[in-house]
């Protein structure tokens, strides 16, 4: 019998990272907006912007895609702080778009083995992102949909990490509490201590951190299951 029942990965960072980095599509669509903010300086605002909207703010507020999509206007804001009024709608709308492109993301090499194995012995799979309906839009053109059993995202959960209410309505959503599953049954997987792991811990799952060394990462992670 499998250890859980379910196996819930991050997405970014964990499956998939964007390629180019994020700095360098936000540097470039700066750039040509008239932003005289170097890369280094982009780099440091967008990790700054991103740190405060999702793990400062209040993060017991719900959202959904509109407030995912206002969220990620603030971090384009913030990231790129001397674009011109007359640019920023375009700016923000070329960077929505770039990251809703599955030519943006690069598989992690190790991930569609790991997948296939843990699926093999039992395993139901999903993906829980703070993400929003591109998401799914990116695994389908990967081809990659089929490969999970859900998709679990902030923006039709109502919750975003590190709310442990992201966790209660990701189980809500599976089921696990109308099968009778304990939550511990229920084992998560990310690259974030606190979104990924401590809230999981909370909210009753089991949670194990992903330290991104290199691309065998997550294989070595799992191979106890």
Request: charged content about 30%.
């Amino acid at each position: 019998m499998p250890r859980y029942d379910w196996i819930l990965f991050d997405f970014t960072g964990t499956l998939m990272t964007p390629d180019p980095e994020p700095a360098q599509a936000y540097y470039s669509a700066a750039k040509a907006s008239g932003s005289e903010h170097s890369l280094p300086q982009i780099r440091d605002q967008l990790k700054a912007a991103m740190k405060r909207h999702f793990f400062q703010a209040d993060i017991d507020l719900p959202t959904d895609e509109a407030g995912e999509y206002r969220r990620w206007r603030r971090i384009v804001a913030d990231a790129i702080p001397d674009l011109p009024d007359e640019s920023a709608d375009n700016v923000f709308d070329s960077l929505w778009n770039h990251f809703a492109s599955a030519e943006t993301w690069r598989l992690y090499d190790d991930v569609l083995p790991t997948i296939g194995r843990l699926r093999s012995k039992g395993y139901a799979i999903a993906v829980a992102s703070n993400f929003d309906r591109r998401l799914p839009i990116i695994l389908h053109d990967m081809g990659l949909i089929d490969q999970f059993n859900d998709v679990l995202i902030s923006s039709r959960l109502g919750w975003s990490k590190p709310s442990t209410r992201f966790y209660d309505a990701a189980v809500a959503r599976l089921g696990a509490t109308l099968r009778g599953t304990e939550r511990s049954r229920l084992l998560m997987i990310g690259d974030t201590k606190r979104g990924d792991v401590d809230a999981a811990r909370e909210a009753g799952l089991d949670a194990r951190l992903l330290v991104r060394g290199g691309e065998n990462a997550l294989a070595e992670l799992t191979a106890d299951l």
